[in-house]
């Protein structure tokens, strides 16, 4: 009989009732009744919400003299206990069901006896502050009773109860000591600089005179260990407090939650055990799955439990997910040296930004557009996936707290996006990173600094400047374009023009380390006999720069309403990105850069490929341009587009690799090096 009716409600699409294990938050005397009780997330769903009484022989009562043999649901096909703490509903056909199983039966648009298939006059439904826009408007809503007793604690007022953190630096058990050879410091940066060109004449003077800044972070993989081929770390990277606030609204049912709960267990099962993670999920109300947990093999379990216990329902509060997953990061009493936030989500703010023009700065806590000095330290990487989120506001969230924002055209690849994501995250090298460029003489100015979206800033009397970089992965790259004037002069074979150094934080010793300062000279010779060609190296990140700009004017004339404006202007700028000296000697990242500029056109042909996933890519690209660092956007992130490639690091390939290799069910160890690859040029 049980197999029958399994069968009959696959063919009804009943089969909706899902058990949901305790989270993380229940106390272990709740664990004694748990299959009787509904997990956190489940009180998310408006269905567990206070009910009133009605005043009806039929719809929602609580049966008081039921028989524990006797009664049985049917969706769920487990016994309505007497007294269990679940709120029962009984048809007019006479058939009983649990009240959160036949709601969610009804939510899906089923409106008769999954027994009988009686056609009822009282439909069990949510609470009628929430719209269900395939219930007719017609029917009413039965009257609610209030829960029978309350089923989990509420939420702590301080969100202080994260796993304390033991005085241990190392990776996988490992000191930072046992990671480095003979105990020596290792040089975690490099700086190089190139002029435009190599060499000026003595009586001529240059106006914004180009200088590029490269940085770079050390690798974190040396090579071979031993004789099984294995990589081993130069040095241990940092621990991460990593928050994921997921949406789990309707929009999410079926295959998209499906594919999330894999990505988060792909997220889970590679962390490392001095890594802690917490999840927020978010609908219309948002709930702390568990508080930041150290990722042991105990810690696993326990956050695969809970994530695997969410069922989609309500509307879309971002705004208090994102409240709740910064108030994690605040209230911690402990903290690992890496912290970041993600947010997903496939759909728009149905609540705080439902306003005509909305202010998207309601969306952050005030800490986090507030000081400068901790924008690195809480940011959110945010991943809109589909057609219909709200890329603006993910970009917006992401931008203002130095975080990324990718777009995940097809829900196939969350589980890629999320793991490049977290393969930087769970490389990072140096921290507190900050460039300083000093003048050499008092005729030499600073005139401007393109630093894209890291804070930069030029001094009143023109002769320093600096860039606040924070938080770098290794093998990182930066790249910076420093504007100033050469002057004239008399005699000399050489010209002293900028001197720059990099400051950063020590993951070992927690200490300030400075990167001895690199001096910039360039040649003055009487006169030039051939012409002095500009370096490519300049040239393309003078490219990259001019095409962020592009960007965003593109932009600004589509969300005007003239898309025919802002192909216009991506057309002309393509047009002299081909005359430039790096595209015409075959650069692989202007080629690409090109392609990318090309694609973004094609998706402004119309106002609907602009609005479903135009805007979206634009953005994507934006963020990773004016960040340096690898987003996800379109359909793959398997590196065929060049660009998106170029920001990777080994790290992150090496996770990818790892998603890709990972099937649905095969449990993945902990990440522990990643392999070292040349990055494309």
Not at 51 to 61: A, E, I, N, R, V
Not at 116 to 130: D, G, L, N, V, Y
Not at 136 to 143: D, E, G, L, R, Y
């Amino acid at each position: 009989m049980g197999s029958k009716w399994r069968k009959m409600k696959l063919a009804l699409g009943l089969n909706l009732c899902t058990y949901l294990p305790r989270t993380l938050e229940e106390s272990p005397d709740s664990a004694l009744n748990s299959t009787d009780r509904l997990s956190d997330v489940a009180l998310l769903s408006p269905f567990s919400w206070p009910m009133t009484p009605t005043p009806s022989s039929h719809g929602l009562k609580l049966p008081r003299n039921c028989s524990k043999s006797s009664k049985t649901c049917s969706i769920c096909l487990t016994k309505m206990k007497e007294r269990g703490g679940h709120a029962i509903f009984t048809a007019e056909c006479s058939h009983s069901f649990h009240f959160h199983c036949i709601a969610s039966n009804v939510k899906h648009g089923n409106q008769v006896c999954p027994v009988c298939r009686a056609k009822w006059k009282e439909i069990p439904m949510q609470h009628p502050s929430f719209d269900l826009p395939y219930l007719s408007s017609a029917i009413s809503p039965v009257h609610h009773l209030p829960t029978p007793r309350r089923v989990l604690a509420p939420e702590p007022s301080m969100f202080d109860d994260d796993e304390r953190l033991e005085q241990q630096l190392g990776f996988s058990g490992k000191s930072y000591s046992d990671g480095l050879e003979n105990s020596h410091p290792v040089r975690m940066m490099d700086l190089k600089i190139y002029p435009e060109v190599s060499a000026v004449p003595r009586a001529e003077s240059r106006e914004k005179f180009a200088v590029l800044v490269h940085l770079r972070a050390a690798a974190m993989v040396t090579g071979n260990a031993n004789s099984h081929n294995n990589q081993i770390s130069r040095y241990p990277r940092a621990p991460v407090d990593l928050v994921t606030v997921l949406d789990i609204s309707g929009s999410m049912a079926g295959t998209k939650l499906a594919l999330l709960k894999r990505a988060m267990g792909f997220v889970i099962q590679n962390l490392g055990s001095n890594d802690r993670l917490s999840v927020i999920a978010f609908s219309s109300t948002a709930r702390r799955l568990f508080p930041l947990t150290k990722m042991s093999d105990a810690g696993r379990q326990r956050a695969l439990q809970a994530v695997n216990s969410v069922v989609a329902n309500g509307g879309t509060n971002i705004a208090e997910g994102l409240r709740k997953g910064v108030k994690v990061m605040e209230d911690r009493r402990d903290k690992n040296p890496v912290a970041s936030i993600i947010l997903l989500s496939d759909g728009r703010d149905t609540y705080t930004m439902n306003q005509p023009d909305p202010n998207y700065k309601l969306l952050l806590p005030l800490s986090m557009h507030g000081c400068e000095s901790k924008r690195f330290q809480i940011p959110v990487h945010s991943f809109g996936f589909g057609s219909d989120h709200d890329a603006s506001l993910m970009h917006f969230v992401s931008e203002t707290s130095g975080g990324t924002f990718s777009f995940i055209e097809s829900e196939s690849v969350i589980q890629d996006a999320l793991a490049q994501c977290i393969g930087g995250l769970l490389s990072v090298a140096v921290q507190e990173l900050r460039l300083e460029i000093d003048g050499m003489s008092s005729d030499v100015h600073l005139s401007s600094i393109k630093a894209g979206s890291y804070p930069s800033l030029v001094t009143d009397d023109c002769r320093s400047g600096c860039v606040d970089i924070g938080d770098l992965y290794a093998d990182e790259e930066r790249d910076f374009l420093i504007s100033i004037n050469i002057p004239t002069q008399r005699d000399g074979n050489e010209t002293p023009l900028l001197k720059m150094r990099c400051v950063y934080k020590d993951l070992l010793t927690k200490e300030l380390v400075t990167l001895q300062s690199h001096v910039l000279n360039i040649q003055r010779p009487e006169t030039i006999d051939q012409e002095v060609v500009m370096s490519i190296e300049v040239d393309r990140q003078r490219n990259r720069f001019l095409a962020a700009e592009v960007m965003v004017k593109a932009r600004a004339l589509a969300e005007g309403e003239d898309l025919a404006a802002a192909v216009t202007v991506i057309q002309s700028f393509r047009q002299v990105l081909a005359e430039t000296v790096s595209a015409k000697s075959s650069d692989g990242f202007c080629v690409a850069l090109d392609r990318e500029l090309k694609e973004m056109q094609e998706r402004m042909t119309s106002r609907h490929v602009y609005e479903v996933s135009g805007r979206a890519y634009i953005l994507s690209g934006l963020s990773s341009h004016s960040w340096q660092r690898a987003t996800s956007r379109g359909e793959s992130i398997d590196g065929s587009s060049f660009v998106q490639a170029y920001y990777q690091t080994p790290s992150m390939v090496e996770m990818l690799h790892r998603s890709r290799a990972t099937s649905h069910h095969r449990l993945i160890q902990p990440l522990i090096s990643f392999a070292s690859q040349p990055k494309p040029r």
